[in-house]
Protein backbone atom coordinates (compact mmCIF):
# COMPACT_ATOMS: atom_id res chain seq x y z
CA UNK A 1 0.00 0.00 0.00
CA UNK A 2 1.28 3.10 -0.66
CA UNK A 3 0.14 7.25 0.11
CA UNK A 4 -1.77 7.19 -3.07
CA UNK A 5 -3.88 4.57 -1.51
CA UNK A 6 -4.76 7.09 1.03
CA UNK A 7 -5.47 10.19 -0.87
CA UNK A 8 -8.19 12.45 -0.61
CA UNK A 9 -9.20 15.40 -2.35
CA UNK A 10 -9.93 18.40 0.53
CA UNK A 11 -11.39 21.52 -1.07
CA UNK A 12 -9.91 24.51 1.22
CA UNK A 13 -12.33 26.95 2.21
CA UNK A 14 -9.54 30.13 1.92
CA UNK A 15 -11.46 32.31 3.78
CA UNK A 16 -11.18 36.16 2.62
CA UNK A 17 -12.71 39.23 4.32
CA UNK A 18 -15.51 40.27 2.64
CA UNK A 19 -19.59 40.96 2.70
CA UNK A 20 -21.10 37.66 1.92
CA UNK A 21 -24.99 37.70 1.15
CA UNK A 22 -27.21 34.67 1.66
CA UNK A 23 -26.94 33.69 -1.43
CA UNK A 24 -22.96 33.46 -1.49
CA UNK A 25 -20.97 30.52 -0.06
CA UNK A 26 -19.40 31.95 3.13
CA UNK A 27 -18.24 31.68 6.59
CA UNK A 28 -19.65 34.08 9.48
CA UNK A 29 -22.27 35.85 7.09
CA UNK A 30 -26.08 35.53 6.96
CA UNK A 31 -28.29 32.13 6.15
CA UNK A 32 -30.77 31.51 3.47
CA UNK A 33 -33.11 30.39 6.14
CA UNK A 34 -37.01 30.58 5.28
CA UNK A 35 -39.48 32.55 7.79
CA UNK A 36 -41.77 29.42 7.78
CA UNK A 37 -39.24 27.08 9.33
CA UNK A 38 -38.44 27.46 13.45
CA UNK A 39 -34.95 28.29 13.89
CA UNK A 40 -32.43 25.71 15.57
CA UNK A 41 -32.27 26.56 19.44
CA UNK A 42 -29.97 25.04 21.66
CA UNK A 43 -31.84 23.55 25.00
CA UNK A 44 -28.53 24.63 27.46
CA UNK A 45 -28.62 21.35 29.27
CA UNK A 46 -24.55 20.94 28.98
CA UNK A 47 -23.99 25.28 29.33
CA UNK A 48 -20.80 26.21 31.35
CA UNK A 49 -18.42 29.19 31.31
CA UNK A 50 -15.08 29.69 32.65
CA UNK A 51 -14.27 33.56 32.29
CA UNK A 52 -15.69 36.55 34.25
CA UNK A 53 -17.29 38.05 31.37
CA UNK A 54 -20.56 35.54 31.47
CA UNK A 55 -22.46 35.12 34.52
CA UNK A 56 -23.22 31.26 34.71
CA UNK A 57 -27.05 31.75 35.66
CA UNK A 58 -27.11 33.40 32.47
CA UNK A 59 -26.27 30.47 30.42
CA UNK A 60 -26.54 27.40 32.49
CA UNK A 61 -29.76 25.71 31.83
CA UNK A 62 -30.73 28.88 29.60
CA UNK A 63 -32.36 27.86 25.41
CA UNK A 64 -29.96 29.77 23.40
CA UNK A 65 -30.37 30.23 19.57
CA UNK A 66 -27.51 28.68 17.17
CA UNK A 67 -25.85 31.21 15.25
CA UNK A 68 -25.24 30.92 11.40
CA UNK A 69 -21.40 29.99 10.86
CA UNK A 70 -20.91 29.00 7.43
CA UNK A 71 -22.51 27.92 4.18
CA UNK A 72 -21.45 26.35 1.56
CA UNK A 73 -23.02 25.45 -2.14
CA UNK A 74 -22.97 22.86 -4.41
CA UNK A 75 -21.49 24.87 -7.08
CA UNK A 76 -19.26 25.98 -5.26
CA UNK A 77 -18.20 22.65 -3.25
CA UNK A 78 -19.69 19.57 -5.29
CA UNK A 79 -17.23 17.32 -3.53
CA UNK A 80 -19.81 17.32 -0.66
CA UNK A 81 -21.98 14.75 -0.34
CA UNK A 82 -25.42 16.44 -0.63
CA UNK A 83 -28.30 14.20 -0.47
CA UNK A 84 -30.54 14.65 -3.43
CA UNK A 85 -32.64 17.31 -4.20
CA UNK A 86 -30.32 19.55 -1.82
CA UNK A 87 -27.77 22.06 -3.28
CA UNK A 88 -26.88 23.99 0.55
CA UNK A 89 -25.02 22.91 3.28
CA UNK A 90 -25.36 25.06 6.52
CA UNK A 91 -23.53 24.87 9.54
CA UNK A 92 -25.04 26.31 12.91
CA UNK A 93 -22.73 27.13 16.02
CA UNK A 94 -24.29 27.00 19.60
CA UNK A 95 -21.61 29.58 20.63
CA UNK A 96 -20.86 29.04 24.67
CA UNK A 97 -19.29 26.25 26.37
CA UNK A 98 -20.60 22.62 26.17
CA UNK A 99 -19.51 20.05 28.77
CA UNK A 100 -19.75 17.02 26.21
CA UNK A 101 -17.45 14.25 26.08
CA UNK A 102 -15.59 13.82 23.45
CA UNK A 103 -17.62 17.21 21.99
CA UNK A 104 -16.75 20.30 24.44
CA UNK A 105 -16.81 23.50 22.92
CA UNK A 106 -19.51 24.86 20.45
CA UNK A 107 -22.39 22.95 19.73
CA UNK A 108 -22.84 21.95 15.77
CA UNK A 109 -25.81 21.77 14.15
CA UNK A 110 -26.02 20.52 9.68
CA UNK A 111 -28.68 21.17 7.54
CA UNK A 112 -28.60 20.05 4.07
CA UNK A 113 -30.90 22.00 2.08
CA UNK A 114 -32.83 22.87 -1.53
CA UNK A 115 -31.71 26.27 -1.58
CA UNK A 116 -34.58 27.02 -4.49
CA UNK A 117 -37.26 26.46 -2.02
CA UNK A 118 -36.40 29.58 -0.25
CA UNK A 119 -38.52 32.72 -0.78
CA UNK A 120 -39.11 34.28 2.24
CA UNK A 121 -36.48 34.79 5.00
CA UNK A 122 -36.33 34.69 8.37
CA UNK A 123 -35.52 37.05 10.45
CA UNK A 124 -32.89 35.32 12.50
CA UNK A 125 -32.69 35.22 17.00
CA UNK A 126 -29.48 36.22 18.34
CA UNK A 127 -27.93 34.66 21.18
CA UNK A 128 -27.77 37.77 24.24
CA UNK A 129 -24.47 35.89 25.13
CA UNK A 130 -21.62 34.39 23.21
CA UNK A 131 -17.72 33.02 24.03
CA UNK A 132 -15.75 35.95 22.00
CA UNK A 133 -13.62 32.25 21.00
CA UNK A 134 -16.27 31.28 18.66
CA UNK A 135 -18.12 34.59 17.12
CA UNK A 136 -16.90 34.06 13.24
CA UNK A 137 -16.12 37.39 11.25
CA UNK A 138 -17.73 37.76 7.65
CA UNK A 139 -15.73 36.38 5.19
CA UNK A 140 -15.88 34.94 1.34
CA UNK A 141 -14.42 31.41 0.12
CA UNK A 142 -12.22 31.17 -2.93
CA UNK A 143 -12.14 27.90 -2.91
CA UNK A 144 -8.27 25.71 -3.46
CA UNK A 145 -8.08 22.04 -3.95
CA UNK A 146 -5.51 19.54 -2.81
CA UNK A 147 -4.80 16.31 -1.89
CA UNK A 148 -4.47 15.08 1.50
CA UNK A 149 -3.18 12.01 2.91
CA UNK A 150 -4.12 10.10 6.19
CA UNK A 151 -2.87 10.95 9.31
CA UNK A 152 -1.09 7.82 11.46
CA UNK A 153 -3.70 7.36 13.29
CA UNK A 154 -5.98 6.87 10.37
CA UNK A 155 -3.60 4.41 8.75
CA UNK A 156 -3.28 0.87 8.99
CA UNK A 157 -0.65 -0.21 11.50
CA UNK A 158 1.74 -1.24 9.17
CA UNK A 159 1.89 2.14 7.81
CA UNK A 160 1.94 4.36 10.69
CA UNK A 161 5.41 4.67 11.15
CA UNK A 162 6.22 6.23 7.46
CA UNK A 163 6.93 10.25 6.87
CA UNK A 164 3.59 11.55 4.76
CA UNK A 165 3.35 14.94 3.75
CA UNK A 166 1.42 16.70 6.89
CA UNK A 167 -2.34 17.56 6.58
CA UNK A 168 -2.57 21.06 7.01
CA UNK A 169 -4.45 23.07 9.48
CA UNK A 170 -7.43 25.29 8.58
CA UNK A 171 -11.07 25.37 6.97
CA UNK A 172 -11.78 23.10 4.48
CA UNK A 173 -14.93 20.71 2.89
CA UNK A 174 -13.61 16.89 2.76
CA UNK A 175 -9.82 15.33 3.18
CA UNK A 176 -8.68 14.08 6.31
CA UNK A 177 -8.61 15.00 10.04
CA UNK A 178 -5.41 16.72 11.24
CA UNK A 179 -5.31 14.99 14.33
CA UNK A 180 -3.62 16.88 17.59
CA UNK A 181 -4.24 15.59 20.70
CA UNK A 182 -6.97 13.98 19.93
CA UNK A 183 -7.47 10.12 17.91
CA UNK A 184 -10.79 8.74 16.48
CA UNK A 185 -12.95 7.68 19.02
CA UNK A 186 -16.69 6.38 19.18
CA UNK A 187 -16.52 6.90 15.03
CA UNK A 188 -19.27 4.23 14.15
CA UNK A 189 -22.40 6.60 13.44
CA UNK A 190 -25.17 5.10 16.72
CA UNK A 191 -28.31 4.89 13.96
CA UNK A 192 -26.12 2.20 11.21
CA UNK A 193 -23.15 1.56 12.71
CA UNK A 194 -21.16 2.75 9.63
CA UNK A 195 -17.49 4.99 10.16
CA UNK A 196 -18.29 8.44 10.20
CA UNK A 197 -15.80 10.64 7.84
CA UNK A 198 -14.65 14.06 7.99
CA UNK A 199 -17.01 16.11 6.11
CA UNK A 200 -15.98 19.36 7.58
CA UNK A 201 -13.37 21.67 9.46
CA UNK A 202 -13.58 25.02 10.44
CA UNK A 203 -9.84 26.12 11.29
CA UNK A 204 -8.50 28.34 14.39
CA UNK A 205 -5.81 29.73 11.33
CA UNK A 206 -5.78 29.15 7.73
CA UNK A 207 -2.86 28.83 5.56
CA UNK A 208 -2.92 31.73 3.96
CA UNK A 209 -2.60 33.44 7.55
CA UNK A 210 -5.95 34.65 7.61
CA UNK A 211 -8.33 34.06 10.70
CA UNK A 212 -12.22 33.57 10.74
CA UNK A 213 -11.36 34.90 14.31
CA UNK A 214 -11.51 31.60 16.15
CA UNK A 215 -9.24 31.55 18.73
CA UNK A 216 -9.08 27.97 19.76
CA UNK A 217 -5.46 27.71 20.52
CA UNK A 218 -2.52 26.59 18.55
CA UNK A 219 -4.52 26.50 15.05
CA UNK A 220 -6.88 24.43 16.01
CA UNK A 221 -9.83 22.64 13.99
CA UNK A 222 -13.71 21.75 14.81
CA UNK A 223 -13.62 18.69 12.75
CA UNK A 224 -17.14 17.53 12.05
CA UNK A 225 -17.75 13.63 10.83
CA UNK A 226 -20.30 12.55 9.09
CA UNK A 227 -22.47 9.14 8.40
CA UNK A 228 -21.21 7.71 4.84
CA UNK A 229 -25.17 5.85 4.77
CA UNK A 230 -26.60 9.37 5.11
CA UNK A 231 -25.18 12.58 6.53
CA UNK A 232 -28.84 12.90 8.24
CA UNK A 233 -27.85 10.36 10.40
CA UNK A 234 -26.42 11.86 14.05
CA UNK A 235 -22.62 13.56 13.09
CA UNK A 236 -19.56 13.48 15.09
CA UNK A 237 -17.64 16.76 16.44
CA UNK A 238 -14.42 16.66 17.61
CA UNK A 239 -12.25 19.86 18.73
CA UNK A 240 -8.41 19.21 18.00
ZN1 LIG B 1 -25.68 25.35 23.61
ZN1 LIG C 1 -25.39 6.09 9.81
Known sequence: MAPEDFARVAVMLNPRPGEPTTVDSHVGGPLLWPADEPWPWCEGAAHYTTGDDIP???????????????????????????????????VLLCTLYHDVREAWG???????????SVTELIDAPRPEWQEEDYVLTPNVLEPVRCTEYAMPPDRPEPLRDEEWPEVPH?????????????????????????????????????????????????????????????????IKVNLD
Open 56 to 90: EEAVVGVRTPFVGAAQLYRRDFPELPFPDGTDLLQ
Open 106 to 116: PDVRLVWRDST
Open 170 to 234: GSKAGGWTRWYNALPREMECPECGSVRRQTLALGGGEPSGHSIGWDLGRQANLNVFTCPQDVRHP
